[in-house]
């Protein structure tokens, strides 16, 4: 089928959009600029949080809305600027008086409830770095990052801290304070944790955002990679000037939105998008506190008067699913402007937001290294349906082939496939993996930062999203490591070896499917498949655990030894198994 480009239907651009000249932005602004849209602090200093909140608590705009919980069964809450620092500045204070100094690590493992925004908040006004964690991960992916990230303080939930962290306590010897947000009827403060909500009420609503320097570690969020432990990416408190920029410029977000992303705060999104760069336009925004639910997000969508709705393929998949009627059953005056990120956009989507929603979705192309949004979808521009876009003003995108020596080709033709790359420079590009210097160091070449995804640009230079050139797994929208799956079903008294892959499907993108080698004793079976199965469910969380575990006799690996996870993969699609030259057994 041909996509052909599509425009905003008519009558659809209610306002003028922030970025309305593309190409003279592009040649025209430089980074320096963006800090036009910041505060700063005295000498030099700047403070994500301060951008965020304080500058808006001030004087008149701190009566405007900020958030606004929603929750099933229970009146919406709305807090207002005002409310929000007084939370945060709250929080640095409880901080403070633990004797948290700056850099050091403070995590959440909660979902969307109003203890997390001032817990990342105050976390960042203290000069401590912010690590978000996943609530639907089990106990071993949450151990592996707190220790990692040598953690001092996590703020949690009574349940998620029964199920998730009492577990392996004992194992993370850096965790000096767990705070947790007790559940009505949930029983005693579990042993060995604070009560978050004593230790805010006893803490004073006065507090100056600590004067971090531009270039100083403000958050932590751990990713996955293909081999090893996940990967700690450190960004600064000047990312913040990145994500003010691509949230007027791609989100065009403007006084007055009601905006609302619905990406879950234990990853970057819902952090960058979240929180932080809508607060740091001034812009209210909508946050629901409950899982995918078509109608509700409809509701939500129709009553709220949202304008600006940041959200994910699979979310949309799951919409499209449950059927256009169902979109149709409201109406959508507001709304303004919608986008997706996370995982490929199919045009079919694009398209289908028109019919639902009145509007397009605009794809957005980012990572957790880039730390906003780099390649994008504009207001102002027809959109490709299938193309992730172009690259937002102040990034300059490449395609490129790493050569044999330290170097790369920069592929200039348009539709040749290559890797997609950025040239460094931009504020919230990641400075480091947290102890892995050399791994950083490996994602640099040739002067452009190398992103691990295969692309090729057109002669209009819109990029199209080809693939991955490693085995990571996107699951949902979540980057999942084969590895930390591998390991985890090794852990099992019965299983000698396993190798993970990503199998396609039509919701989620892909799922997780492990293969297994048993130890001799262990007859294959559906009783130990199902057993495996709760293994991996109980250490990893649902969200991580395989969804299939099969047998094999023996998995194909590399003369070292290695699982060939690709070639486990061409298997079971029937593709071309590829290059077997180091195929194990093979001469
Ligand atoms: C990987 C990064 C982006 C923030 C949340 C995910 C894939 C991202 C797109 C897109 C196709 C996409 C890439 C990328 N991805 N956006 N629009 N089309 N693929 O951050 O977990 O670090 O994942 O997500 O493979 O490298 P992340």
Redesign the pocket.
């Known amino acids: 089928m041909d996509w052909s480009p599509i425009a905003k239907p008519r009558g659809a651009l209610r306002r003028e959009p922030c970025l309305m000249d593309y190409e003279q932005a592009r040649r025209d602004f430089t980074w320096g600029q963006a800090n036009n849209w910041l505060s700063g602090l005295r000498g030099g200093a700047l403070n994500m949080a301060f951008e965020a909140v304080d500058r808006y608590a001030a004087g008149a705009s701190g009566e405007r809305l900020a958030i606004r919980f929603l929750a099933r069964g229970a009146p919406s809450a709305d807090l207002s600027f005002r409310d929000l620092a007084d939370a945060s500045h709250r929080f640095a204070n409880v901080l403070s008086r633990l004797g948290v100094q700056r850099g050091e690590r403070v995590a959440t493992l909660m979902g969307r409830v109003p203890a997390l925004y001032a817990t990342v908040l105050g976390t960042l006004a203290e000069g401590a770095v912010y690590c978000p964690l996943f609530s639907a991960f089990g106990p071993e992916p949450v151990r592996a990052r707190l220790s990692l990230g040598s953690v001092r303080v996590l703020v949690t939930t009574d349940l998620l801290y029964r199920r998730k962290v009492a577990p392996i306590r004992d194992q993370l010897p850096q965790l000096e304070h767990v705070l947790v947000v007790r559940t009505p009827g949930a029983g005693d403060l579990p042993a060995g944790t604070a009560d978050f909500e004593v230790a805010m009420n006893t803490a004073s609503t006065e507090f100056a955002a600590v004067h971090t320097a531009p270039d100083d570690y403000a958050l932590l969020h751990f ?1 996955s990679g293909t081999t090893g432990q996940p990967k700690g990416v450190l960004h600064v408190h000047a990312a913040v000037s990145a994500h003010v920029a691509t949230a007027r410029w791609v989100l065009d977000l403007q006084a007055g939105d009601v905006y609302w992303c619905t990406a879950d705060p234990g ?3 819902g952090i960058s998008y979240g929180v932080i760069a809508p607060l740091a336009c001034g812009v209210g925004m909508i946050v629901d506190r409950e899982e995918f639910d078509a109608p509700r997000w409809y509701e939500i969508l129709d009553t709220e008067r949202v304008t600006v709705w940041y959200t994910a393929p699979t979310a949309i998949r799951m919409l499209m699913k449950a059927g256009v009627e169902l979109a149709r059953t409201r109406t959508y005056p507001a709304l303004r402007h919608l986008a ?6 199919n045009p079919e989507a694009v398209v289908w937001g028109v019919a639902a929603l009145g509007l397009p979705f605009h ?7 880039t730390g906003a949004i780099m390649i994008a979808n504009y207001a102002c521009m027809p959109i490709r349906p299938g193309s ?1 876009g172009r690259p937002v003003p102040g990034i300059e995108a490449g395609i490129v082939r790493p050569r044999e020596d330290d170097g790369v080709d920069v592929v200039e033709a348009a539709g040749e496939v290559g890797e997609l790359a950025l040239r460094p420079g931009w504020p919230s590009m990641f400075r480091g993996y947290l102890n892995e210097e050399a791994r950083y160091r490996k994602c640099f070449r040739g002067g452009w930062y190398l ?3 295969l692309a090729q640009r057109d002669a209009d230079g819109y990029y199209w ?1 080809v693939g ?1 050139t490693d085995d990571v797994i ?1 699951a949902a ?3 999942i490591s084969p590895f930390e799956v591998e390991s985890a079903l090794m852990t099992h008294p019965a299983v000698s070896q396993a190798g993970v892959i990503g199998i396609p499907d039509p919701i989620a993108g892909s799922v997780v499917k492990a293969f297994v080698e048993l130890k001799s004793g262990y007859e294959a079976g559906e009783a130990l498949q199902r057993e495996l199965l709760a293994h991996a469910r109980r250490l990893l969380g649902v969200a991580v655990a395989p969804r299939e575990i099969a047998f094999a006799a023996q998995l194909p690996r590399t003369r070292s030894g290695k699982i060939m996870r690709r070639l486990l993969r061409a298997r079971e699609l029937g593709l071309p198994e590829g290059d077997l030259s180091t195929l194990e057994g093979d001469s």
């Open positions: 990713t990853w970057v999104t997706s990120v996370g995982e490929p956009l794809d957005t192309w980012w990572q957790t290294e992730m992103s691990g995804d999203f991955r996107k929208g979540h980057l």
